[in-house]
């Protein structure tokens, strides 16, 4: 059972926006850098966002994290159907002394 | 190209061994620390193990302690991971992951 929670699934129409939260606690998301993971049907995840809210090379400016607290925040604007996918919060929990993962979002574009 | 590829996986029984390997590419490889991670099929991601530059440190799910061994050789850029007494439950694809790049994946399936 993971200790980061994340809604299961979030949908918005094409163009629009879509915001998804992923909470913990102060061993984790409250003491640490937060990234975001997306996982593309079929395929391996990759890096979205680190570091809370930076972008790797690459990473368009549509994709954006935010934290405050023991909860972080995925933003995508201006969505698109290559946007489907299943999206991963992660962080390192230093109670665990572990790396934990999210449960997982999946974005549907309706 | 930066690249990670692992290689290794394939059917065990239960109780078997298997030896992953993760060679890197493109970027230094001895300036990070080193993941695995798995993935169930049809289930999320769970981190197993990492190991630090000069794998000084090491860390592991709980799930797997006293069973797995992460290492790592910097001067063959490569990574591995070492699978004692394994379990169904350890059936998953088995992914390499640098702070900013994953491999492609691995599939481990213990079963007899």
């Known amino acids: 059972q993971s200790v980061l929670t994340q809604p299961p699934s979030v949908s918005a129409a094409p163009g629009q926006k879509v915001t998804m939260s992923c909470s913990g606690s102060?061993?984790?998301?409250?003491?640490?850098?937060v990234c975001w993971y997306q996982q593309l049907p079929g395929t391996a995840p990759k890096l979205l966002i680190y570091?809370?809210?930076k972008r790797p090379s690459g990473i368009p400016d549509r994709f954006s994290g935010s934290k405050s607290g023991t909860s972080a925040t995925l933003g995508i604007t201006g969505l698109q159907t290559g946007d489907e996918a299943d999206y991963y919060c992660?962080?390192?929990?230093?109670?665990?002394?572990?790396?934990?993962f999210g449960t997982g979002t999946k974005v549907t574009v309706l | 190209e930066v690249q990670l590829v692992e290689s290794g996986g394939g059917l065990v029984q239960p109780g078997g061994s298997l030896r992953l390997s993760c060679a890197a590419s493109g970027f230094n490889f001895d300036n990070y620390w080193m993941n695995w991670v798995r993935q169930a099929p049809g289930k999320g991601l769970e981190w197993v193990a990492n190991i630090k530059q000069d794998g000084s440190e090491k860390y592991y799910v709980d799930s797997v302690k006293g069973r797995f061994t992460i290492s790592r050789d910097n001067a063959e850029n490569s990574l591995y991971l070492q699978m004692n007494s394994l379990r169904a439950e350890d059936t998953a694809v088995y992914y390499c992951?640098?702070?900013?790049?994953w491999g492609q994946g691995t599939l481990v399936t213990v079963s007899s």
């Open positions: 992951v640098s702070k900013f790049i």
């Open positions: 992660g962080t390192w929990d230093s109670s665990l002394s572990a790396y934990v």
């Open positions: 570091e809370n809210n």
């Open positions: 102060s061993s984790n998301i409250g003491n640490d850098y």
